[in-house]
């Protein structure tokens, strides 16, 4: 493995960050509000999801315990 010195390092570091594309303000904006229109459609589905098997197993349990 071929070893680089200090300042070598360093200029290949500036050449590497020199080549990253940064969002736009537009952009940004965009991806923060669809991450939080997918996180709270998720969050309402799931919660949907662990109310019906609550449901479920609480109907279950009353009939096995001859509550129904």
């Keep these: 493995m071929a070893k680089t010195n200090p300042g070598e390092f360093f ?3 500036k050449v590497e ?3 990253i594309v940064w969002p736009t303000g537009r ?3 965009v991806t923060t509000v669809m991450v939080l229109i997918m996180t ?3 969050g309402l589905f799931f919660f ?3 109310s019906f098997f609550g ?3 609480t ?3 009353n009939l096995a315990s001859g509550q129904a």
Excluded: P, S, Y
């Design 59 to 61: 109907m279950l349990l």
């Design 48 to 50: 949907g999801i662990d």
């Design 27 to 29: 952009e940004t904006m």
């Design 40 to 42: 709270t459609v998720l």
């Design 17 to 19: 960050a020199r080549k």
């Design 55 to 57: 449901w479920v197993v």
């Design 11 to 13: 200029n290949q570091v």
